[in-house]
């Protein structure tokens, strides 16, 4: 595993890219994605496509008064590497200057890996590793095979901070300030 990649475990970055940015502030850092696609035909969600890596920015608003979509700022709460093809990862020049080898990697190795790396990773299932930091939650996701097909970073907004707001498929609008 490359150490770019452990280093994303660790710390829930990706060279100049974290969690909780605006989309023109990724725009800024690490160029033009080759795709931007709304999630339901909805702006509230949008992915960011960089294959591999995958930008997912959600609606927020900064307010909890705030209902039905009023005054919301798109923001990035995930970021996803995909090595399910077992070719190197190119990622943006700016986050990798070099194409990444990514080796089928089984999930128990990178556990060990990473552990011996002094990232510890907590086995959440059969098919993911985790590892929880203040404001995300690191996932390793295999297969059925128990081979290595994503590594992402998540955000979590906290009561009293960003209050999350989305419609949902039936059109009613959800909201949450719990911990997810």
Same mark, same amino acid.
């Given at each position: ?6 280093? =994303? ?35 509230? =969600? ?39 093809? *077992? *070719? ?8 990798? #200057? ?9 999930? *128990?190795?990178?556990? #060990?890996?990473?552990?011996? #790396? ?8 059969d098919q993911m590793l985790m /590892? ?14 128990? =081979? ?5 970073? /998540? !955000? /979590?907004? #906290?009561?009293?901070? !960003? =209050? ?8 009613? !609008? ?6 997810t």
């Amino acid at each position: 595993m490359d150490d770019l990649l452990i280093e =994303f475990c660790r710390s829930g970055t990706l060279g100049p890219v974290a969690l909780g940015m605006s989309p023109s502030d990724v725009v800024e850092r690490i160029g033009k994605p080759s795709r931007i696609k709304n999630g339901q035909g909805d702006d509230c =969600f949008q992915r960011y496509s960089y294959s591999p890596l995958e930008l997912s920015m959600r609606c927020f608003a900064r307010d909890a008064k705030i209902r039905h979509g009023a005054g919301r700022d798109l923001a990035l709460a995930s970021i996803t590497i995909q090595l399910n093809d *077992g *070719g190197p990862l190119i990622l943006p020049d700016v986050i990798a #200057r070099r194409p990444i080898t990514a080796t089928p990697l089984q999930l *128990g190795d990178a556990h #060990r890996l990473l552990t011996d #790396r002094g990232v510890e990773m907590t086995r959440d299932h059969d098919q993911m590793l985790m /590892r929880t930091l203040d404001e995300a939650s690191i996932h390793v996701v295999s297969d059925e095979d128990g =081979f290595v097909l994503e590594i992402s970073a /998540r !955000w /979590r907004p #906290r009561p009293g901070d !960003w =209050f999350y707001s989305e419609e949902n498929e039936a059109g009613i !609008w959800v909201s949450d300030t719990s911990r997810t």
